[in-house]
């Protein structure tokens, strides 16, 4: 009898082969010394050995995501952990069951990843399918052959926004007569781009 909100082994397995599956994931953050730095766990992967990765897993049935971003964060770090999670995700990742040059791969399944940024306090108590917690500056973290599931390019692109490195439009500055009567317009590229303050809230801020 699996647990509930749990499927069983064999009802799990059609599913995995059938529909895509949402995965709540999680990236821990904090400043150390002026800098950002990010939290990943070293854990086995079913395809590459023991491989650096976000905390994560899939959502329940009925499980708001917030929960879920909870339940990944303690079933793997400690039940005593505080956690502090950001109201946006700072990346929504795809992962495909085939190999798509480019693209993150889990020869598992067909995935959504919905990527929270979170602030941890607590004793971090590695456990389950984490082999050991690190933080990571940019400079510190790992290179792409030692990160699972094609997860590098999400990694740098969190760094990026986290560290406020958009990429402006180019755009002529006007003349200093002028620049007083231009009104500032904000430029984005379509779709969602979160902001530093969407992503981590007051997770950075001091207590």
């Known amino acids: 009898m699996p647990k ?3 499927l069983s082994d064999g009802d799990w397995g059609k599913i995995q082969r059938s529909v895509p599956i949402a995965c709540a994931d999680v990236l821990p953050v904090r400043e150390d010394g002026g800098g950002i730095e990010i939290g990943l766990i070293h854990r086995r992967t079913p395809h590459q050995g023991t491989r650096w990765v976000t905390i994560g897993g899939r959502i329940l049935r ?19 952990v505080k ?10 990742v795809e992962y495909f069951s085939r190999r798509r040059k480019g693209e ?9 990843g919905l ?18 917690f690190r933080w990571f ?13 094609g997860q590098s390019k999400m990694l740098a692109e969190s760094f990026d926004r ?7 439009q180019r755009r002529t ?25 969407d992503v981590l809230g007051e997770a950075l801020d001091p207590e």
């Open 162 to 168: 986290l560290e406020g490195r958009g990429s402006p």
């Open 104 to 112: 993150a791969f889990d020869p598992r399944q067909h995935a959504i």
């Open 4 to 6: 509930r909100g749990w």
């Open 115 to 132: 990527t929270y940024t979170a602030r941890l306090r607590g004793r971090l108590m590695p456990r389950g399918e984490a082999l050991e």
């Open 173 to 197: 500055r006007p003349e200093p007569q002028q620049r007083r009567q231009q009104p500032r317009v904000e430029v984005r590229r379509p779709g969602y781009e979160a902001r530093r303050s």
């Open 137 to 149: 500056s940019r400079k510190t973290l790992p290179d792409a052959r030692q990160i699972g599931f």
């Open 83 to 92: 956690c502090q999670v950001a109201d946006s995700p700072i990346a929504i």
């Open 62 to 80: 009925n499980e708001p995501i917030r929960n879920a971003v909870l339940r990944q964060v303690r079933e793997t770090l400690g039940s005593q």
